[in-house]
C-alpha cells in the first residue's frame, strides 16, 4: 500500500522508520488517531517483508493523511537508518517535521491538540523540545530522561557538550520548521543523532521546551540502534569521534581530545553524582 506523497502542505509531518516492530508502530498510531486534517504521517518500512501493510490499512480509515512505503519494494533494498530518515525528510510536505522512531510514543491523548496549538501561533518557534520520560513496554514510567533544566540549557548555550551527553534524547522529543532542519549523515551510526542536533542548534535559532507535551522513550532489550551495536559500540564511537573531531574543530574537548582527559574526568564524576541522585528520586516517587 504505497501512497503518493506531496500532495499538499501540511502543518505538522510526523515520520516514523520502522524496522521489524510492528506493535511500536501500533502503538504510535492508536495514540494519534484519529488524525487531524494539517497532520501527515509518514511510514518508511526498512524490514525485509511488508508486514506493517495490515496495520496501515486498519488505520488508514481515521488516518487519510496516512502514508507507508516498504523500501526493500520500493528502492530495490533496504535504505538503512540514516538514509531512511533523510528519505522521510524529502517526502514529508509540512512546515514542521517530527521524527519519531518506533519506540517512541506520545504519552498523552491530547498530544496532538497541544502540539498544534504551538505551531499555529504568529510567534511560533523555529523548533520545539518535547519533554521526555523514559517508560517500559507497558509505558510505565521508570525516570526521567535528563533533567529537565539540563535540556534547557545546554542545547542553545554549549551545543558541542552534546557529544559528551546526548541530554535530548531521542529524534522524537524535538519538532522542528523545515527551514532549519538539517540532514542526517548515513555514514554516521552512533553520533548521527548528536550531530544532527549540533547542526540544528549552531544555527542560533528560536527554540522552545515544552513541558508540558510528553514522548515516551520505550527501554526495549532487544531491536534498538544501542542493542544491534552491541560488542562493537566503544570502537565505532571512537572512530565516529574522530571523523568528527575534524568536522567540529572546536568540539574536541568533547570529542575526545588527549589535552581534554582531565576535565572529561572530573565532568564523568559529576556526571555519574546527577545520575545516581536521579535514580534515587525516581525510586522515591515510584514508591
Known amino acids: 500500500m504505497n501512497e503518493p506523497f506531496n500532495v499538499r502542505r501540511a502543518r505538522l509531518s510526523i515520520l516514523i522508520p520502522t524496522y521489524r516492530y510492528a506493535a511500536g508502530l501500533e502503538r504510535i498510531l492508536s495514540v494519534l488517531a484519529p488524525l487531524p486534517d494539517d497532520v501527515e504521517v509518514l511510514v518508511f518500512d526498512d524490514s525485509p517483508e511488508p508486514d506493517l501493510q495490515a496495520i496501515i490499512a486498519r488505520f488508514a480509515k481515521k488516518m487519510p493523511r496516512l502514508s507507508y512505503r516498504h523500501n526493500p519494494t520500493h528502492s530495490g533494498a533496504s535504505l538503512g537508518a540514516g538514509a531512511n530518515w533523510n528519505a522521510l ?35 511560533a518557534s523555529d523548533a520545539y523540545m518535547l519533554d521526555l520520560m523514559l517508560v517500559d513496554e507497558e509505558l510505565r514510567p521508570i525516570r526521567r530522561h535528563t533533567p529537565r533544566w539540563m535540556r534547557r540549557f545546554v542545547p542553545g548555550r554549549t551545543p558541542t557538550y552534546l557529544f559528551r551527553r546526548n541530554v535530548i534524547g531521542p529524534t522524537g522529543t524535538m519538532v522542528i520548521r523545515r527551514s532549519v532542519l538539517p540532514r542526517f549523515d548515513p555514514t554516521l551510526r552512533w553520533l548521527i ?26 527501554q526495549r532489550s532487544e531491536g534498538s540502534i544501542t542493542a544491534s551495536l ?47 541522585g536521579m535514580r534515587l528520586m525516581s525510586r522515591m516517587n515510584v514508591s
Open 89 to 123: 525528510l524529502e517526502a514529508s510536505s509540512g512546515e514542521y517535521v517530527l521524527l519519531m522512531h518506533h519506540d517512541e510514543v506520545p504519552l498523552d491523548r491530547d498530544f496532538l491538540d497541544l502540539l498544534r496549538e504551538r505551531l499555529s501561533r504568529p510567534d
Open 193 to 218: 543523532d548528536v550531530d544532527f542536533y549540533v547542526q540544528l542548534f549552531q544555527q542560533n535559532i528560536d527554540w522552545m521546551f515544552e513541558p508540558d507535551i510528553r514522548i515516551g522513550s520505550v
Open 230 to 276: 552491541s560488542g562493537r559500540l566503544g570502537q565505532i564511537d571512537a572512530a565516529e569521534r574522530r571523523m568528527l573531531a575534524g568536522r567540529y574543530p572546536k568540539a574536541r574537548l568533547w570529542l575526545g581530545a588527549p589535552m581534554g582527559a582531565p576535565i572529561r574526568w572530573m565532568e564523568t564524576l559529576a556526571w555519574g553524582v546527577l545520575r545516581t
